[in-house]
C-alpha cells in the first residue's frame, strides 16, 4: 500500500538577479514527487520535512564551493543536509539547497531548454542529496541522473 508523500516545507531565497521561478510551491511538488519515486515509503504516516532552497549566483556559490568542499570555483549545486528537528515549523529540517541561477542560464542556453527546466533538475538534485543519495562513482552517479530524470519526468509529465 502507498502511502501519500510527506507534507515539505520549502522556503527560497532568492540573490539578487535570481528569477522568480521556481517558488516553493513548485519545489515542494518536486520534492514530494522525489521522496515518491526515490524513497517508495511503505508506511509510517507522513512526516513534516523542511528544506531550505537558495538560488544564488556564481559568486556566492563559489565562495560556499571553497568554503565547505575546498573547491575553486562556481558550480551548479550544493547540498547540506541537517537530519535535525526544526521547532519553529515542527518538521525534521534535512537541509538546505544551493542552486547557481547563472550556471542554470548557461547550460540551459547551451542544451536549449528553457532555464526554468535546468533549475528544477539542480534542486531535484540537490533534494536527492538530502535523502542520501552520492554522486562520487560512475555507478552513483548514473543511479542518481537516473533518479534525477525520473522525478523530472513524472512531474513535468504531471503538468501537461
Not at 549566483?57 to 563559489?62: C, F, M, Q, W, Y
Request: charged share 25%; hydrophobic share 40%.
Amino acid at each position: 500500500m502507498r502511502h501519500p508523500a510527506p507534507l515539505i516545507l520549502v522556503t527560497v531565497t532568492r540573490s539578487a538577479g535570481a528569477p522568480a521561478m521556481p517558488d516553493k510551491n513548485a519545489l515542494a511538488r518536486l520534492f514530494q514527487r522525489a521522496w515518491e519515486l526515490a524513497l517508495r515509503p511503505a508506511g509510517g504516516g507522513n512526516p513534516r520535512l523542511a528544506v531550505d532552497v537558495h538560488i544564488v549566483g556564481d559568486a556566492r556559490i563559489a565562495a560556499l564551493n571553497v568554503i565547505y568542499l575546498q573547491q575553486a570555483g562556481p558550480t551548479d549545486v550544493l547540498a547540506f543536509s541537517m537530519g535535525e528537528t526544526d521547532p519553529e515549523r515542527k518538521a525534521l529540517h534535512l537541509g538546505e539547497i544551493v542552486v547557481n541561477h547563472e550556471a542554470a542560464k548557461r547550460e540551459a542556453a547551451s542544451r536549449r531548454i528553457p532555464v526554468l527546466n535546468e533549475l528544477e533538475r539542480y534542486c531535484v538534485h540537490g533534494f536527492l542529496h538530502l535523502l542520501g543519495y552520492e554522486d562520487e562513482t560512475t555507478a552513483q552517479r548514473r543511479a542518481m541522473c537516473r533518479a534525477q530524470e525520473k522525478v523530472l519526468r513524472s512531474s513535468h509529465s504531471s503538468h501537461s
